[in-house]
């Protein structure tokens, strides 16, 4: 497989066009044509692998041609229906199919060895020549555990993400204790039956070992709040990276190699930075329990708050009149009301009316980081009204409006002056030192946290109850009328 | 002694990937994400390359579903990708970073 060959060679180049194409993808300008160019990088990859005689032969044609129309039809069709805000779910279930796929891989290839399939004969495997039996074995248990990890994880975060699994914390009473059997029953079940198994017996111990993992990936996620999913997505990102340099090292192709492992170290780069943004720990998230969609036990109910001020349009409407500087706060909430297209708008007429405009962009607000700037890039909002949280923060006691749609953690106070908070000590947006707080949302309802946020009911702060597209309609009507 | 160059070549990798996404903005973290994840579709090549043990049925059913799988994650992941970014390059507006 490695030696000196042509096909090697051009894997090389697509090996160097998809750490071009990351590179390109880390800047705003570059980042559509790294995208494409890591595209070209597996399109060469496939193609290159489809004619070369290591593969080509002795490939099922029909096989081939199957999987590819059909694998290519229904991820076209899913990439070009998806709503922007369901971006996350459909980037989760992609990633659970990656992760099953280098699972079959492993298992295919294991099949083809040991398996019920003639096992008397040679296969000429590639693999053969570079590796020998135990580590072989190794990468196989390997990446049938990391793969279907991954995509048993993979389907449960994209079943909280769209709300069709409770987003609260499910906990299995000894669930520590069920998920430790799971993972070392089914390593040992795997290195058994790699080991020390043939035919039919190996294959049954392999399938053991893909059971355990996959119910080890269910019961590891379903114990995590719906708040903390992005960190599960970018994790479960990093696992099927490996999964797929685990198969590299399966079948002996260092192509396989390094893609997995530059995947693997960006997704646990990405969910670092998402941790630390939540002040948590990776471990803590992990360990699950923490907020969920419904206010948890201690959590703020309505009867909780007193003094609250509330607003209309009309009322919100005079108040944005009187701002000479305004600044944005969305949340998932705009996501939910697909608010953003007319945030712009109000944010225009603002402009128009000689009020400075900027929007003020949490690193964990919306369901996955940069969510917020996806979602306000479509509705056309310049690029250099963004602002993130380092960059603005210090500017919220000089502007006279603060306009929060549908965020809620992000900008609790809490935070800052509650040590004794679940939250205390996450970087927040310092909404609640701007003149006048606007926050637009369906009620008093606690976030993700699951804890009261005393910014509800400070006296700088007008509560706009109503969904928050037919709110702010209100509001630019009224402002368009004035 | 290729099984040692395989693992030099794994950790360094790993060096690379962590070199480069560690200095991505915010604002790109979630395309980066979805093409992360398109890249690591690179299964496919495993994929194809495991077609040529589908010499039983079951062994034929699990290569067509995991080139499907690894097709789906590469088509998907790409265009989906693209389809974020095309809303920011249309802004035609650039900040360094």
């Known amino acids: ?482 | 002694m290729i099984l040692l160059l395989m693992l030099f070549v794994f950790m360094l990798a790993i060096a690379v990937g962590n070199e480069l996404i560690s200095k991505v903005p915010p604002t790109l973290h979630t395309p980066l994400m979805s093409g992360a994840n398109a890249v690591s579709g690179i299964t496919i090549v495993g994929a194809l390359m495991c077609a040529q043990f589908t010499d039983g049925l079951p062994s034929q059913v699990l290569g067509v579903i995991a080139i499907a799988l690894a097709t789906i994650n590469v088509v998907g992941g790409f265009m989906v990708t693209d389809r974020m970014l095309a809303m920011f390059s249309s802004k035609k507006k650039k900040e360094g970073k």
């Open chain 1, 1 to 482: 497989m490695d030696g000196f060959t042509p096909e090697g060679l051009l894997y090389l180049v697509a090996t160097f066009l998809f750490i071009l194409g990351i590179k390109r993808l880390s800047k705003v300008r570059t980042a559509r044509s790294g995208n494409q160019l890591a595209a070209i990088g597996m399109l060469l990859a496939i193609v290159v692998t489809l004619v070369s005689p290591e593969g080509g032969v002795d490939l099922g044609w029909t096989t081939v041609a199957v999987g590819l129309i059909l694998g290519g039809l229904v991820g076209g069709v899913l990439a070009k229906r998806v709503e922007m805000t369901g971006m996350p779910e459909l980037v989760a279930l992609f990633n659970g199919f990656g992760g099953l796929a280098s699972t079959f891989v492993a298992v295919t290839e294991f099949w083809g060895r040991f398996g019920n399939v003639d096992i008397g004969t040679p296969v000429d495997a590639a693999g053969d020549v570079v590796l020998g039996g135990s580590v072989w074995a190794i990468a196989i248990v390997l990446s049938v555990l990391i793969g279907t990890v991954t995509f048993t994880g993979s389907l449960i975060a994209m079943g909280k993400l769209s709300g069709k699994i409770s987003g609260n914390p499910v906990i299995l009473p000894g669930r520590h204790l069920i998920t430790a059997v799971l993972l070392i029953g089914g390593i040992v079940a795997g290195v058994y039956g790699t080991f020390y198994c043939e035919g039919n017996t190996a294959v049954m111990m392999v399938g053991l070992l893909a059971l355990g993992a996959g119910l080890f990936g269910i019961i590891s996620v379903l114990p995590i709040g719906g708040a903390d999913m992005p960190v599960v997505v970018s994790l479960l990102n990093s696992y099927s990276g490996l999964a797929a340099s685990m198969a590299g090292f399966v079948i002996g192709n260092s192509l396989l190699i390094v893609a997995g492992a530059l995947v693997g170290a960006a997704g646990l780069i990405l969910t670092m930075v998402m941790c630390k943004a939540m002040n948590r720990s990776l471990g803590n998230v992990l360990i699950g329990g923490f907020g969920g969609d419904a206010p948890a036990a201690g959590g703020g109910g309505a009867d909780e708050y007193t003094g609250v001020k509330s607003a209309g349009p009309e009322e919100a409407a005079m108040i944005l009149e009187a701002a000479t500087s305004v600044i944005f706060i969305p949340g998932y909430g705009m996501a939910v009301a697909q608010a953003q297209h007319i945030v712009k708008e109000l944010g225009e007429e603002m402009e128009k009316r000689g009020a400075e405009v900027r929007y003020a962009i949490h690193p964990v607000a919306g369901r996955m980081p940069g969510h917020m700037n996806v979602l306000l890039a479509e509705s056309d909002v310049p690029y250099e009204q963004l602002w993130e949280l380092e960059r603005i923060n210090g500017d919220f006691k000089t502007t006279d409006v603060t306009v929060i749609i549908g965020a809620n953690d992000v900008v609790n106070p809490e935070a800052i002056e509650n040590p004794q908070s679940p939250i205390a000590g996450m970087p927040i947006l310092n909404a609640h030192e701007s003149g006048t707080v606007l926050m637009i949302k369906r009620s008093l309802s606690a976030g993700y946290a699951g804890i009261k946020n005393p910014l509800f009911e400070r006296d700088n702060t007008y509560m706009c109850f109503g969904d928050g597209k037919a709110f702010i309609v209100d509001v630019v009507n009224e402002l368009k009328e004035a």
